[in-house]
């Protein structure tokens, strides 16, 4: 025993060296990975801000398109709010000024990879944003009107008391996905949960159906949670009293028949009139941008229907 002991001490004494090798070799690696963790940590916060003053700058510049000169003055005054140099950045327009591009970079020195060799790297953002009118869109509801003239502030009917006004059995409702009374009462109370784009074919649902029409209006009204209610000179975009309706192209209709989309509108719904099968649905039309929560896409080449807003959008 007393020799397997004393070979065990020759054996630690002799690695000794080694061990101290190996500790120094792990505590270089350990501070090495550390110092990385921290410099890159930093260098994704940078990333972070660049990034989120390019967004800020393309959305606001977007809103002046396509005035060249005045949205490249709006990003460099949003570039500049969010503390980036609008020197470091980069702002072009494509060809028929209808987007917008935002680049910046800044070199972000390191604090303790230099021990490793590197003293530095780049922080970089980007964002491209474009302004268009809506050209497809979540929640609208199941009127059409025909395309036509429009002016802001103006009262328009959106469902008739007459099929006269559109057709045989016609009187401005659609069936959006559904056919039925029910679907069309759900869809005016709710919105149409699925999306609607330009150059679909949707069709029409014949028949008055005062009762449902007077149901989802009213509902629509009473959910105003507004002092005093929404009207047309003090509204919010978000009441349940503005609507986004399709606008179709003009056509003979005559029973159930499909229509062509060609654009969105927003209205400010007023109430019904008459009653039984004379009852009609009139709204104001407005100049706004989309509700919050409702999902669309936009054309910069789309028909302007009053309904339009800014984007950051993919390359």
């Known amino acids: 025993m007393k020799r397997l002991i004393l070979c065990f001490h020759r054996f630690t004494r002799n ?12 505590l270089v690696a350990i501070l090495g990975a550390m110092a990385l963790t921290a410099d890159i940590g ?10 989120n003053a390019c967004d800020a700058a393309a959305l606001a510049a977007a809103w002046e398109l396509p005035d060249a000169s005045f949205a490249r003055e709006k990003a460099k005054e949003y ?20 987007k917008i591009t935002v680049e910046a970079r800044r070199a972000v020195e390191f604090k303790f990879a230099p021990v490793l060799g590197i003293s530095s790297g780049t922080a970089a953002g980007k964002a491209v944003a474009c302004f268009g009118s809506i050209s497809g869109a979540t929640g609208v509801v199941p009127f059409g009107i025909p395309d ?19 057709g045989p059995g016609n009187y401005g409702a659609l069936a959006l996905d559904l056919r039925g ?34 149901d989802g209006v009213t509902y629509r009204i009473n959910s ?6 929404c009207s047309i000179d ?23 028949s499909q229509v062509k989309i060609v654009g969105f509108g927003a209205f400010l719904l007023k109430g019904v009139s008459g009653k039984g099968t004379n009852s009609r649905v009139s709204g104001y039309f407005l100049e706004t941008i989309p509700p919050d929560g409702m999902n669309y896409t936009i054309d910069p080449n789309q028909d302007d229907y009053g309904l339009r807003t800014a984007k950051l959008i993919s390359e």
């Open 224 to 229: 105003c949670q507004h002092t005093p209610r």
């Open 79 to 98: 570039l500049m709010l969010n503390n980036v140099d609008p020197n470091h950045a980069t702002i072009t327009l494509n060809a028929d000024g209808s």
């Open 42 to 51: 930093a260098l994704a916060l940078e990333r972070n801000r660049l990034q």
């Open 148 to 166: 036509q003239e429009l002016s802001f502030g103006q009262e328009y009917q959106l469902k008739a008391g007459s099929h006269e006004d559109y």
């Open 15 to 26: 690695e000794s060296g080694a061990v101290l090798v190996l500790t120094a070799a792990a």
């Open 234 to 256: 003090r509204y919010d975009r978000n009441c349940p009293m503005v609507m986004i309706v399709p606008i179709y192209e003009p056509s003979s209709l005559q029973g159930r």
């Open 181 to 214: 009374a029910q679907s069309y009462l759900n869809n005016l109370k709710y919105g149409y949960k699925g999306t609607i784009k330009v150059g679909d074919w949707i069709e029409t649902e014949p028949g008055n159906m005062s009762g449902p029409t007077f």
